[in-house]
């Protein structure tokens, strides 16, 4: 990425985009370096769960009252809908859903651990069940189909020991469901759903043809990348038909292709490798430990993160994505590597 300052026509756009990269590597860093053992996680967690649920409770204060923090976009968006959707301490509705979707694991196992059994289940039913209607209010399909992957694989994992709780979570979710079908609540729940899935035309319309436009960029370039951080701009001048000189930013939606874009082969192949590697291990790891639900934490970090890539606006400056990244990481080093069970 750094090479590309040579030939990027836009070097304030380089420079802040090399800046995130090393935001993003450094926190990567710093949870690897300073997570290094159970204690040091457990802690983390038990505060993270702290933020997750004073998080969640932002969320809810939102959808009920209209009301929003004063960074949030929803007091700039003008739609029949956003007044009510959640962002939490993001800017939009798709970041709070990434940000709840790749900490909800994490979140989840630490709640487990609560020694109080009947506060524990209260937890988990009312940490899961608000974050699954808050992710619903965001209208993000790809963080609706994560966290019902993340609910089923953690499910799959406590099953073995928990079988008859799950089973009964379960069928008092379903007789719950059925009995208040025909409420207000429900109805607009499900709702919001077929509306995420089915009235978004438009939006995946108008991603196909920035997907097209960034492909034709990074062909012109042979691969070499136009300039990290100029992507863009171009796809504004693209989208609009001609070079506007201010506000000139439209985001790419695509963080491979972002990347391939701005830093060309030479950057996205080492990005690239690194993450179908860090896919590997967590998979190797999870089946290594006969897919227990503590064992798929840093595999669902990379699911969401995956999803976020494709789903977000822009990723590289998203803060809570680099952490989710170095907490899996910093798993994966503490009950995986440091066992010397890596061959």
């Excluded at 979570?169 to 009995?179: D, F, I, K, R």
């Excluded at 038909?241 to 930013?249: K, M, T, V």
Aim: hydrophobic letters at 50%.
């Amino acid at each position: 990425m750094l090479a590309t300052g040579f030939w990027a026509p836009q070097l304030g756009q380089n420079i802040r985009y090399l800046y995130f990269i090393f935001e993003w590597l450094y926190v990567i860093f710093l949870a690897t370096y300073y997570i290094r053992n159970e204690r040091i996680y457990a802690r983390f967690t038990k505060w993270l769960t702290v933020l997750y649920i004073g998080m969640l409770m932002i969320g809810v204060w939102e959808c009920l009252t209209g009301r929003h923090l004063s960074q949030s976009g929803s007091l700039f968006y003008e739609t029949t809908t956003s007044a009510f959707q959640p962002t939490g301490f993001q800017f939009n509705t798709n970041d709070f859903a990434s940000l709840l979707t790749i900490f909800f694991p994490m979140v989840m196992m630490s709640i487990t651990t609560w020694k109080k059994k009947l506060l524990m289940l209260g937890g988990l039913f009312g940490v899961g069940s608000m974050s699954l209607y808050l992710v619903i209010m965001t209208n993000s399909r790809l963080a609706m189909l994560v966290l019902i992957l993340e609910m089923l694989l953690l499910l799959f994992g406590w099953s073995k020991i928990w079988s008859f709780i799950a089973i009964y979570v379960l069928g008092m979710g379903a007789l719950l469901v059925s009995t208040f079908h025909a409420s207000g609540f429900i109805q607009k729940l499900l709702g919001m759903v077929n509306h995420s899935f089915t009235d978004k035309g438009d939006s995946t319309n108008e991603r196909v043809q920035m997907y097209q436009a960034s492909w034709d960029m990074i062909k012109e370039s042979h691969f070499m990348g136009i300039g990290a951080g100029n992507l863009p701009i171009r796809l504004d001048e693209y989208m609009y038909g001609f070079e506007r000189a201010f506000d000139n930013y439209w985001a790419p939606h695509n963080y491979w292709l972002e990347a391939l874009a701005n830093g060309g082969l030479l950057a996205f192949i080492p990005l690239f490798a690194f993450f179908v590697g860090y896919h590997i291990v967590a998979i190797r790891y999870w089946m290594k430990e006969e897919y227990s639900a503590t064992s798929a934490i840093p595999l669902l970090i990379g699911v969401a993160f995956v999803a976020a890539s494709i789903g977000l606006s822009s990723t590289i400056d998203k803060r809570h994505l680099s952490l989710g990244i170095g907490m899996g990481l910093a798993l994966l080093n503490i009950r995986y590597f440091q066992k010397g069970w890596i061959r």
